[in-house]
């Protein structure tokens, strides 16, 4: 079965000044029709790039980006339509991305205006019953942006993201600007839009737990570059690369029995993109590093049928990392 969303050594620089930043490095991952994947990772790692790439609004550098066997990857803006109703967006901040000077309704219907679907009619009865999908009344057609919360804003964002049928939703922390009582919320509704209509999501984050929630497989990102692949189970009960185990050890538990805790604490901020640290790009903050991290950059290999790490050190047990990794420098 060809995949839904396949994406292979994807490289995205910026110019800054005379320096070049690169932001994705080599990036690969694969989405299956109906799949739900999770991209996780600090803010600045890439991860809205990557989404933004993936759906045209940047033009990658290097490698491809395949949808349902069509590259996608040096198209034209006129050679991106036809594929723009099989992929869209829920953005962050659901007031930025809506238009304030337009009415729900008509937001909710401006892709079936820019697509040419069907007649005023049906483009109306089409937005009430996407409206009442998300959980929003049809009689607010005529309201603005303003009048709504944060989460029935992002409530309008996805039902205007659902106006076409995508195969595809690109999820770019849609939670993470709204209230934690309304983020779940959001969050089963995203979960419900998947089963009732078969929608595949690449779901972005910073919370490894949001994820987990959501997605199926998880990958872990860590200035531009992937460093651990795994299934939700796996990732949070044996996470393999110390930057995964950081966030593991991170997210909340209810129980504080049950904190997650690897021994390995990560110290100091994420490292500046225009001057990358030679060798793993973790080592300075990595309470694991030897000698040869700080020289040789390690590729993402497998570990098991479903985990991927890009670490010299994945295959020691966390508990024992400490002392092994002091004796080998």
Same mark, same amino acid.
């Given at each position: 079965?060809? $995949?839904?969303?396949?994406?292979?050594?994807?490289?995205?620089?910026?110019?800054?000044?005379?320096?070049?930043?690169?932001?994705?490095?080599?990036?690969?991952?694969?989405?299956? &029709?109906?799949?739900?994947?999770?991209?996780?990772?600090?803010?600045?790692?890439?991860?809205?790039?990557?989404? =933004?790439?993936?759906?045209?609004?940047?033009?990658?550098?290097?490698?491809?980006?395949?949808?349902?066997?069509?590259?996608?990857?040096?198209?034209? #803006?006129?050679?991106?339509?036809?594929?723009?109703?099989?992929?869209?967006?829920?953005?962050?901040?659901?007031?930025?991305?809506?238009?304030?000077?337009?009415?729900?309704? =008509?937001?909710?219907?401006?892709?079936?205006?820019?697509?040419?679907?069907?007649?005023?009619?049906?483009? =109306?009865?089409?937005?009430?019953?996407?409206?009442?999908?998300?959980?929003?009344? $049809?009689?607010?057609?005529?309201?603005? &942006?303003?009048?709504?919360?944060?989460?029935?804003?992002?409530?309008?964002?996805?039902?205007?993201?659902?106006?076409?049928?995508?195969?595809?939703?690109?999820?770019?922390?849609?939670?993470?600007?709204?209230?934690?009582?309304?983020?779940?919320?959001?969050?089963?509704?995203?979960?419900?839009?998947?089963?009732?209509?078969?929608?595949?999501?690449?779901?972005?984050?910073?919370?490894?737990?949001?994820?987990? #929630?959501?997605?199926?497989?998880?990958?872990?990102?860590?200035?531009?570059?992937?460093?651990?692949?795994?299934?939700?189970?796996?990732?949070?009960?044996?996470?393999?690369?110390?930057?995964?185990?950081?966030?593991?050890?991170?997210?909340?538990? $209810?129980?504080?029995?049950?904190?997650?805790?690897?021994?390995?604490?990560?110290?100091?901020?994420?490292?500046?993109?225009?001057?990358?640290?030679?060798?793993?790009?973790? #080592?300075?903050?990595? $309470?694991?590093?030897?000698?040869?991290?700080?020289?040789?950059? &390690?590729?993402?290999?497998?570990?098991?049928?479903?985990?991927?790490?890009?670490? #010299?050190?994945?295959?020691?047990?966390?508990?024992?990392?400490?002392?092994?990794?002091?004796?080998?420098?």
């Amino acid at each position: 079965m060809t $995949p839904l969303l396949k994406v292979e050594n994807v490289v995205k620089r910026f110019a800054v000044g005379d320096r070049t930043l690169t932001a994705l490095d080599g990036i690969s991952l694969q989405i299956e &029709p109906g799949e739900s994947v999770g991209l996780v990772g600090e803010s600045g790692c890439g991860k809205s790039t990557l989404a =933004r790439t993936i759906i045209g609004l940047e033009q990658a550098d290097g490698g491809s980006i395949q949808l349902q066997g069509q590259e996608l990857v040096g198209l034209s #803006h006129r050679g991106w339509l036809p594929h723009r109703r099989d992929v869209q967006m829920i953005f962050q901040d659901p007031f930025a991305s809506l238009n304030p000077r337009l009415t729900i309704g =008509r937001i909710i219907e401006e892709p079936l205006l820019v697509h040419r679907v069907g007649d005023a009619a049906s483009r =109306r009865q089409r937005s009430a019953e996407l409206m009442a999908r998300v959980g929003l009344k $049809p009689e607010w057609r005529e309201r603005f &942006p303003h009048e709504f919360s944060g989460g029935q804003r992002q409530r309008i964002g996805i039902a205007r993201a659902l106006a076409l049928s995508p195969r595809l939703l690109i999820c770019d922390e849609p939670v993470s600007a709204l209230d934690v009582s309304v983020q779940a919320q959001v969050q089963n509704l995203l979960s419900d839009l998947r089963e009732e209509l078969g929608l595949a999501y690449l779901f972005i984050s910073h919370d490894l737990a949001v994820v987990a #929630h959501l997605c199926t497989r998880i990958f872990v990102m860590y200035l531009g570059q992937v460093v651990e692949i795994g299934d939700r189970r796996t990732l949070h009960a044996a996470p393999r690369h110390p930057y995964t185990q950081a966030l593991v050890a991170a997210s909340p538990v $209810p129980d504080p029995d049950r904190a997650a805790d690897f021994g390995n604490e990560v110290q100091g901020d994420i490292p500046s993109q225009l001057d990358l640290p030679p060798g793993c790009r973790f #080592h300075p903050r990595c $309470p694991r590093a030897t000698e040869r991290c700080r020289s040789e950059a &390690p590729l993402l290999r497998q570990l098991d049928a479903s985990t991927w790490a890009a670490c #010299h050190y994945a295959d020691v047990p966390a508990a024992n990392a400490g002392p092994r990794l002091r004796e080998a420098a």
